[in-house]
């Protein structure tokens, strides 16, 4: 079991504006409906932990956390970054 870096995608209820995007340099946020979706290449669990730990201390509504699987000849979802 390794830390490999892994492209998440973490689904919020709102729209965050550009304050709060400001925690979360490492992601590409995305408006779908009334949510946020930021997605984006996390180097380790560790980081994972301390994204969620930013969601809480933020207020926001976490509503899900969803590992993205990318293929090697397939683009990634969009919104993430290269």
């Known amino acids: 079991m390794g830390d ?9 209820d709102g729209h965050l504006g550009p304050t709060l ?3 979360f ?3 590409v946020p995305e408006q779908q409906g009334a949510e946020t979706v930021l997605t984006g290449l ?4 560790a980081a994972l ?3 969620l730990s930013e969601i809480e ?6 509503l899900e956390v969803r590992r993205v699987s990318v293929r090697p ?3 990634p979802p969009k ?3 290269p």
């Open 42 to 45: 996390l180097p380790d669990t």
């Open 79 to 81: 919104g993430d970054a």
């Open 57 to 62: 201390a933020l207020g926001l509504d976490l």
């Open 25 to 27: 340099p490492a992601l």
């Open 49 to 51: 932990f301390g994204v």
């Open 4 to 12: 490999d870096p892994v492209l998440y995608q973490i689904r919020v």
């Open 73 to 75: 000849n397939h683009p």
């Open 21 to 23: 995007l400001t925690a």
